[in-house]
């Protein structure tokens, strides 16, 4: 039985192009969602927070989120989720989400253990 596997990519970004080749090396052809032309909606972020274990505040990158005004210590996490909904950019990158998983691609490696 085939696992089915998406990953939410930035195709500029190379550790979201090194963790996509890993995925492909192991014969699996995963969904490729480019998140910064079609972002998660609020409903499908809660769910991806939910599998990885993590608040929102550990998804952020800082750099990004100041850039586009968003403060993550001064928000709490349905207001954070709303900002990253509007805001794909602020999102870590990249992560793997299976039906009953997810993972970030943070070292690549680390989403082998959801494959």
């Not at 500029?12 to 910064?36: F, H, N, Q």
Request: aromatic share 2%.
């Amino acid at each position: 039985m085939s696992v089915k596997v998406t990953i939410y990519h930035n195709p500029r970004c190379s550790k979201s192009r090194e963790t996509l080749k890993l995925i492909e090396d192991r014969g699996i052809a995963p969904l490729v969602i480019d998140y910064l032309k079609t972002p998660p909606d609020e409903a499908e972020l809660t769910r991806i927070l939910v599998l990885l274990g993590k608040r929102p505040a550990e998804i952020i990158r800082k750099k990004e989120a100041a850039e586009a005004g968003v403060d993550p210590a001064a928000l709490d996490d349905a207001a954070l989720i709303r900002a990253m909904a509007a805001h794909p950019a602020i999102i870590e990158r990249p992560i793997v989400v299976t039906a009953t998983r997810a993972a970030l691609g943070r070292p690549p490696e680390s989403v082998l253990d959801i494959l």
